[in-house]
């Protein structure tokens, strides 16, 4: 079974994966830059770039998975889970047996974004603002591809449980 889980950021898809990680799976962070599995790109040409300071323009950047380094990570027999929130995902999900998004609702995420450890771009005012006022765009783009939609409002344990039935 190959799994891809996604919400827009700070809904809590690295707790997730790191719970799903403590209960056994092979489950990866896209983000965890180890991985060598994303990169941000300028998204008209697909060229690497550096991140900017404080806020990203997501109209002239991408946060873009390699197909080749996602393949790599699917080969395994194994369930393989594959957490992220990408700018090129829709291109990928053909490689996964089930989508799931996670959801919260509005006023969560606002309190999750504004509380949670600040990076050194992207997690700006401006950024933040965006990222809610978009959220529910998202989260219809999501259903009307089939995703799964998970509430994770709740426990990460109460989360995780829901998604290892799905598993079974």
């Not at 827009?8 to 056994?24: D, F, H, P, Q, W």
């Not at 965890?32 to 998204?43: A, G, I, N, P």
């Not at 990408?86 to 919260?104: K, T």
């Not at 799964?148 to 799905?166: C, F, R």
């Amino acid at each position: 079974m190959k799994l891809f889980i996604t919400a827009s950021s700070g809904v809590g898809k690295t707790a997730v994966i790191k719970e799903l990680v403590k209960r056994g799976y092979k489950a990866y962070d896209a983000d965890d830059r180890q991985l060598h599995l994303t990169r941000l790109e300028v998204k008209d040409t697909g060229e690497p770039a550096e991140w900017p300071n404080g806020y990203v323009d997501w109209h002239y950047y991408s946060w873009n998975a390699n197909e080749d380094r996602l393949k790599e990570l699917l080969a395994s027999a194994e369930t393989v889970i594959v957490g992220g929130f990408l700018g090129n995902q829709e291109e990928l999900y053909h490689y996964f047996d089930m989508l799931i998004a996670l959801d919260i609702d509005q006023e969560e995420h606002e309190r999750r974004l504004r509380s949670r450890p600040k990076r050194k771009v992207g997690d700006d005012d401006q950024n933040i603002k965006r990222r809610l006022e978009k959220y529910s765009m998202h989260m219809k783009k999501f259903e009307y591809a089939g995703f799964t939609i998970i509430n994770n409002s709740g426990s990460i344990h109460s989360t995780v449980d829901q998604i290892e039935k799905l598993l079974k």
